[in-house]
Protein backbone atom coordinates (compact mmCIF):
# COMPACT_ATOMS: atom_id res chain seq x y z
CA UNK A 1 0.00 0.00 0.00
CA UNK A 2 1.63 3.35 -0.99
CA UNK A 3 2.03 5.77 1.65
CA UNK A 4 1.11 9.26 1.59
CA UNK A 5 3.18 11.39 -1.16
CA UNK A 6 4.26 14.91 -1.08
CA UNK A 7 4.94 16.84 -4.68
CA UNK A 8 7.39 18.58 -4.74
CA UNK A 9 9.69 17.55 -1.99
CA UNK A 10 11.72 21.33 -2.10
CA UNK A 11 10.87 24.69 -3.25
CA UNK A 12 12.49 27.69 -3.28
CA UNK A 13 11.28 30.86 -4.47
CA UNK A 14 10.98 34.43 -3.72
CA UNK A 15 8.97 36.52 -2.12
CA UNK A 16 6.00 37.40 -3.41
CA UNK A 17 5.60 34.48 -5.62
CA UNK A 18 3.25 31.28 -5.92
CA UNK A 19 3.53 27.84 -5.13
CA UNK A 20 1.57 24.93 -4.75
CA UNK A 21 2.19 22.10 -2.90
CA UNK A 22 0.25 18.81 -3.40
CA UNK A 23 -0.58 16.34 -1.07
CA UNK A 24 -1.96 12.49 -2.15
CA UNK A 25 -3.27 10.43 0.91
CA UNK A 26 -3.28 7.01 1.47
CA UNK A 27 -6.68 6.00 -0.83
CA UNK A 28 -9.38 5.20 1.30
CA UNK A 29 -8.53 7.56 4.01
CA UNK A 30 -11.39 10.62 4.40
CA UNK A 31 -9.04 12.68 7.41
CA UNK A 32 -6.14 14.59 5.23
CA UNK A 33 -4.77 17.08 7.89
CA UNK A 34 -1.82 19.78 7.12
CA UNK A 35 1.08 20.73 9.19
CA UNK A 36 3.83 22.99 9.25
CA UNK A 37 7.15 23.15 10.98
CA UNK A 38 8.58 26.55 11.13
CA UNK A 39 12.44 26.26 11.91
CA UNK A 40 13.33 25.74 16.04
CA UNK A 41 8.91 25.38 16.59
CA UNK A 42 7.08 22.99 16.62
CA UNK A 43 4.52 21.22 14.51
CA UNK A 44 1.74 23.13 14.06
CA UNK A 45 -2.08 22.13 13.20
CA UNK A 46 -2.92 23.92 9.90
CA UNK A 47 -6.14 22.62 8.22
CA UNK A 48 -8.11 19.72 8.53
CA UNK A 49 -10.39 18.03 6.27
CA UNK A 50 -12.96 15.32 5.75
CA UNK A 51 -13.32 14.22 2.34
CA UNK A 52 -13.80 17.75 0.63
CA UNK A 53 -15.00 19.58 3.48
CA UNK A 54 -12.89 22.06 5.52
CA UNK A 55 -13.83 20.57 9.18
CA UNK A 56 -10.88 23.26 10.36
CA UNK A 57 -9.20 25.60 9.53
CA UNK A 58 -8.15 27.11 12.51
CA UNK A 59 -4.48 26.93 12.27
CA UNK A 60 -4.24 28.56 8.78
CA UNK A 61 -1.79 31.61 9.28
CA UNK A 62 -4.06 34.22 6.67
CA UNK A 63 -5.66 34.04 4.17
CA UNK A 64 -2.98 34.07 2.10
CA UNK A 65 -2.56 30.73 2.65
CA UNK A 66 -5.39 28.66 0.12
CA UNK A 67 -6.34 24.90 0.69
CA UNK A 68 -8.40 22.20 -1.68
CA UNK A 69 -9.08 19.19 -1.95
CA UNK A 70 -11.00 18.20 -5.02
CA UNK A 71 -13.22 15.29 -5.00
CA UNK A 72 -12.11 14.28 -1.65
CA UNK A 73 -8.82 12.68 -2.83
CA UNK A 74 -5.65 14.58 -3.51
CA UNK A 75 -4.97 18.10 -1.66
CA UNK A 76 -3.52 21.36 -2.88
CA UNK A 77 -2.21 23.88 -0.26
CA UNK A 78 -1.45 27.28 -2.29
CA UNK A 79 0.22 30.30 -0.91
CA UNK A 80 -0.14 33.24 -2.59
CA UNK A 81 1.86 35.78 -2.26
CA UNK A 82 4.46 33.89 -0.29
CA UNK A 83 6.47 36.06 2.59
CA UNK A 84 9.53 35.07 4.37
CA UNK A 85 8.15 33.90 7.25
CA UNK A 86 6.13 31.08 5.08
CA UNK A 87 9.74 29.31 5.08
CA UNK A 88 9.29 25.81 6.55
CA UNK A 89 8.54 22.36 6.57
CA UNK A 90 4.78 21.14 5.20
CA UNK A 91 3.42 18.01 6.26
CA UNK A 92 0.54 16.49 4.78
CA UNK A 93 -0.62 13.59 7.06
CA UNK A 94 -4.16 11.14 6.62
CA UNK A 95 -6.41 8.53 8.69
CA UNK A 96 -9.51 7.10 8.31
CA UNK A 97 -12.83 8.69 9.84
CA UNK A 98 -13.99 6.53 12.82
CA UNK A 99 -13.64 6.52 16.14
CA UNK A 100 -10.38 5.46 17.28
CA UNK A 101 -8.44 6.04 14.43
CA UNK A 102 -6.11 7.87 16.21
CA UNK A 103 -2.87 6.90 14.11
CA UNK A 104 -2.11 9.96 11.41
CA UNK A 105 -0.10 8.74 8.53
CA UNK A 106 2.33 11.33 7.87
CA UNK A 107 3.89 12.30 4.25
CA UNK A 108 7.54 12.89 3.83
CA UNK A 109 7.48 16.92 3.74
CA UNK A 110 7.72 19.39 1.81
CA UNK A 111 10.86 22.09 2.47
CA UNK A 112 9.56 25.65 1.38
CA UNK A 113 12.26 28.06 1.70
CA UNK A 114 10.86 31.66 0.78
CA UNK A 115 14.51 34.27 -0.38
CA UNK B 1 2.70 29.53 27.63
CA UNK B 2 2.60 26.70 25.46
CA UNK B 3 0.33 24.16 25.66
CA UNK B 4 3.10 21.18 25.06
CA UNK B 5 6.69 21.48 25.91
CA UNK B 6 9.60 19.50 25.18
CA UNK B 7 13.33 19.47 25.77
CA UNK B 8 14.42 19.71 22.54
CA UNK B 9 18.23 18.55 23.35
CA UNK B 10 20.15 17.55 21.74
CA UNK B 11 20.59 14.09 23.69
CA UNK B 12 23.78 11.93 22.81
CA UNK B 13 24.20 8.72 24.59
CA UNK B 14 26.35 5.49 24.04
CA UNK B 15 24.97 2.56 22.56
CA UNK B 16 23.27 0.06 25.24
CA UNK B 17 22.02 3.12 27.63
CA UNK B 18 18.60 4.03 29.14
CA UNK B 19 17.05 6.80 27.45
CA UNK B 20 14.47 9.25 28.90
CA UNK B 21 12.34 11.52 27.00
CA UNK B 22 9.98 13.73 28.53
CA UNK B 23 6.91 16.60 28.00
CA UNK B 24 4.48 18.07 30.16
CA UNK B 25 1.27 20.09 29.21
CA UNK B 26 -0.98 22.13 29.94
CA UNK B 27 -4.14 21.55 28.79
CA UNK B 28 -6.30 19.51 30.64
CA UNK B 29 -8.49 18.09 27.93
CA UNK B 30 -6.12 16.23 26.48
CA UNK B 31 -6.51 12.49 26.88
CA UNK B 32 -4.42 10.52 24.11
CA UNK B 33 -0.35 10.71 23.68
CA UNK B 34 1.61 9.56 21.19
CA UNK B 35 5.15 9.27 20.60
CA UNK B 36 5.97 9.64 16.99
CA UNK B 37 9.45 9.04 15.45
CA UNK B 38 11.60 11.02 12.71
CA UNK B 39 14.11 10.22 10.91
CA UNK B 40 16.25 12.91 8.99
CA UNK B 41 14.36 14.17 5.46
CA UNK B 42 11.21 11.75 6.51
CA UNK B 43 7.69 12.45 7.87
CA UNK B 44 6.71 11.52 11.64
CA UNK B 45 6.04 8.12 12.32
CA UNK B 46 4.04 6.50 15.38
CA UNK B 47 5.93 4.44 17.87
CA UNK B 48 3.78 4.93 20.90
CA UNK B 49 -0.04 5.40 21.48
CA UNK B 50 -1.36 5.67 25.21
CA UNK B 51 -4.73 6.34 26.43
CA UNK B 52 -5.08 8.43 29.45
CA UNK B 53 -2.71 7.81 32.60
CA UNK B 54 -0.75 4.73 32.78
CA UNK B 55 1.88 2.80 31.38
CA UNK B 56 2.75 0.91 27.91
CA UNK B 57 4.93 -1.75 26.74
CA UNK B 58 6.40 -2.32 23.25
CA UNK B 59 9.59 -4.16 23.56
CA UNK B 60 12.57 -1.79 24.16
CA UNK B 61 10.01 1.01 24.29
CA UNK B 62 7.98 2.10 27.65
CA UNK B 63 5.24 5.30 27.59
CA UNK B 64 3.89 6.40 30.70
CA UNK B 65 1.27 8.86 31.21
CA UNK B 66 1.04 10.78 34.45
CA UNK B 67 -2.46 12.88 33.95
CA UNK B 68 -2.42 14.19 37.66
CA UNK B 69 1.36 16.12 36.49
CA UNK B 70 0.33 16.86 33.09
CA UNK B 71 3.97 14.72 32.00
CA UNK B 72 4.50 11.65 29.87
CA UNK B 73 7.46 10.03 29.30
CA UNK B 74 9.10 7.47 27.07
CA UNK B 75 12.23 5.12 27.34
CA UNK B 76 14.27 3.62 25.38
CA UNK B 77 15.57 0.23 26.92
CA UNK B 78 19.16 -1.05 25.43
CA UNK B 79 19.31 1.82 22.76
CA UNK B 80 21.03 1.55 19.22
CA UNK B 81 22.45 3.73 16.90
CA UNK B 82 19.06 3.00 14.81
CA UNK B 83 17.27 4.73 17.27
CA UNK B 84 18.71 8.06 16.73
CA UNK B 85 16.25 10.14 15.63
CA UNK B 86 14.15 13.29 16.61
CA UNK B 87 11.10 12.01 19.33
CA UNK B 88 8.29 14.14 19.23
CA UNK B 89 5.44 13.88 21.74
CA UNK B 90 2.19 14.58 20.72
CA UNK B 91 -1.34 14.98 22.23
CA UNK B 92 -5.22 15.38 21.11
CA UNK B 93 -8.51 15.25 22.86
CA UNK B 94 -10.62 12.59 20.98
CA UNK B 95 -9.84 9.74 19.73
CA UNK B 96 -9.49 9.69 15.75
CA UNK B 97 -10.39 13.16 13.52
CA UNK B 98 -8.94 15.29 15.34
CA UNK B 99 -5.81 17.65 14.80
CA UNK B 100 -2.53 16.25 16.97
CA UNK B 101 -0.55 19.28 19.22
CA UNK B 102 2.89 18.84 18.69
CA UNK B 103 6.17 18.89 20.83
CA UNK B 104 8.79 20.35 19.51
CA UNK B 105 10.57 17.19 19.46
CA UNK B 106 13.38 16.32 21.19
CA UNK B 107 16.44 15.16 18.84
CA UNK B 108 18.67 11.89 19.85
CA UNK B 109 21.94 10.23 19.53
CA UNK B 110 23.09 7.05 19.95
CA UNK B 111 27.07 6.63 19.80
CA UNK B 112 28.18 3.08 18.72
Known amino acids: EAGVTQFPSHSVIEKGQTVTLRCDPISGHDNLYWYRRVMGKEIKFLLHFVKESKQDESGMPNNRFLAERTGGTYSTLKVQPAELEDSGVYFCASSPYRVGAYEQYFGPGTRLTVT | QKEVEQDPGPLSVPEGAIVSLNCTYS??????FMWYRQYSRKGPELLMYTYSSGNKEDGRFTAQVDKSSKYISLFIRDSQPSDSATYLC????????????FGKGTRLSVIA
Open chain 2, 27 to 32: NSAFQY
Open chain 2, 90 to 101: AMSRNSGNTPLV
